[in-house]
């Protein structure tokens, strides 16, 4: 399954790249995600929790940061993980690269390739819905995002720390109910925008 989504952020092209490629700071911004071990350079291991309803999905799982081009401010991270409950597994490839907006502000655009094996494979089948859901998670990672960068470099540290180190993986699963609400809201909205 292709994805693709673009985010702002409010920092120059210089100040993002290194932003983004600090994997530890930015993992508590990702809704649901949850960094448990830096592994080696630009390797990493992490859980990460979906709530669907009545259905709670926890895929353990590492992650790599491969092609990392600084001149053309390109990378690609490759993720894999397996559900606690063997219920199936899921890895992307997520190639994103960063370009100036007109206003100096840097526009991160992602390439994602998604592929579901087992049980939870079902979920791949409504494809419009999984875009919609999509878009809604990068949209809550770049808010939280954005909001970490307001703080103070110092607070963001310890914010980060505390997030990754101290809370339950309940509290960091995603809302399916929530997600879904939003995801069909915004489908509707589209198509009643087309048809007018």
């Known amino acids: 399954m292709k994805l693709n989504n673009s985010f702002d952020i409010a920092r120059s092209p210089e100040e993002a790249w290194q932003i983004l490629l600090d994997v530890p700071r930015i993992a508590p911004c990702l809704p649901g995600a949850e960094l448990t071990e830096t592994v080696g350079e630009n390797q990493y291991k992490g859980n990460a929790s979906v709530k669907l309803g009545p259905v709670q999905l926890k895929f353990a799982g590492e992650a790599e940061l491969t092609e990392v081009n600084p001149e053309e401010r ?38 994602t390739d998604l592929n579901l094996a087992g049980s939870i494979a079902q979920y791949g089948r409504a494809t419009g819905l999984i875009e919609e859901i999509a878009r809604q ?34 509290s960091t699963s995603v809302s399916g109910f929530s997600l879904l609400f939003r995801a069909i809201a915004a489908m509707f909205r589209r198509m009643f925008s087309r048809a007018h």
């Open 137 to 170: 998670l990068v949209s809550d990672f770049a808010g939280n995002l954005s909001k970490q960068l307001e703080q103070p470099q110092d607070q963001t540290a310890d914010t980060a720390e505390q997030q990754t180190t101290e809370l339950p993986a309940a």
């Open 74 to 111: 390109t990378a690609r991270l490759k993720a894999k993980g397996n559900d606690s409950k063997g219920r199936g597994s899921a890895n992307a490839t997520v190639a994103f690269e960063l370009t100036e907006t007109e206003t100096g502000t840097t526009r991160v655009n992602l390439d």
